[in-house]
């Protein structure tokens, strides 16, 4: 098990459920996958290799092998013909997602640079979480003097509830810094 998941069994449940008054354990929402999206297009119409270079640097920062998004149709404008790859995909569920969760708490968010916190309009309707994250060369498990590529990844935090100050405060307790 992971450290997060206890934490958040043993120590979240029982202060989300005095803060906001809830009456059980199964009533505080928790988080019920994490997706992470790279948008790989541009890269991939300039240089053919650059799918394969891709999809082995998010195995190794996710740990699981990302589905490949394809065009679905075709845009002149952008050089874009049907079929071509231009996303990757990642959705994290269960103890993936809290080992995920753990490294982008402690480990990538300090090692952004001049992070001063997430804004909480990141955050839409249905209390998801969205990050962005300009560089994947911030995951400790990329060399970075070896890496030509940069990639973007987008990484959504799926909650199991509509209240986004319930969502923000769960982050909270779990260690992610909100800006003021």
């Known amino acids: 098990m992971s450290n997060y ?3 958040y069994k043993k120590t979240i449940i029982p202060k989300i459920k005095e803060e906001f008054k809830l009456d059980n354990d199964f009533a505080v929402p ?22 394969e270079t ?17 065009s679905k149709k075709a845009i002149s404008a ?21 080992y ?3 490294k982008l708490i402690n480990v990538t968010m ?8 997430i804004k909480t309009k990141s955050f839409d309707k249905s209390a998801n979480l969205s990050i962005g994250i300009l560089e994947h ?6 060399d970075f003097e070896n890496n030509q590529n940069v ?22 307790l779990f260690g992610l810094v909100f800006q003021k």
């Open 54 to 70: 891709a999809k082995s640097e998010i195995v190794k920062i996710c740990g699981q092998k990302p589905v490949i998004k394809l």
């Open 5 to 7: 998941s206890q934490i």
């Open 78 to 98: 952008f050089k874009l013909r049907k079929n071509i790859p231009i996303g990757l995909v990642v959705t994290l569920r269960g103890e993936r997602m809290y």
């Open 151 to 172: 990639i973007s990844l987008e990484v959504t935090l799926v909650f199991n509830t509509k209240n986004a100050e319930i969502a923000k405060r769960i982050l909270e």
């Open 30 to 51: 928790r988080i019920e996958k994490i997706v992470v999206n790279a948008g790989i297009g541009r890269q991939v119409i300039q240089n053919q290799d650059f799918l």
């Open 137 to 142: 060369t911030v995951f400790p498990e990329i």
């Open 110 to 117: 300090p090692r952004v640079k001049d992070f001063r916190g």
């Open 100 to 102: 995920f969760l753990e």
